[in-house]
């Protein structure tokens, strides 16, 4: 999660500079994504998302426009992703 993580970020911070998406790779892809997320009552206006092959199935992770990454699951709610946090080891998601 944190190389995803870190994608994004510079994705944006490069998004932001030039108006140009970095370009696809094998396992990944960088999109715009305007939706507004809401984790624990706070809204996050978002810019990009991220879409990672092998997470694809579970969700995406997202950046807002504070640079705040979120991730996007399909089945349960969305939540914060900070560099404090650490994935479950087993069967827990994202």
Known sequence: ???ARVTLERALTEYER???LP???SYS???VFTNKVTVGGVDYYCA???DWRSLSSS???AISTNRTALWV???RKPKVIDKNYRS????GGI
């Open 1 to 3: 999660m944190y190389g």
């Open 18 to 20: 030039t108006g140009v």
């Open 23 to 25: 370009p696809p790779e």
């Open 29 to 31: 892809r960088v999109r």
């Open 48 to 50: 990009l998302a991220l």
């Open 59 to 61: 969700g995406f992770l």
């Open 73 to 75: 699951d399909k089945e």
């Open 88 to 91: 479950p080891f087993f069967g």
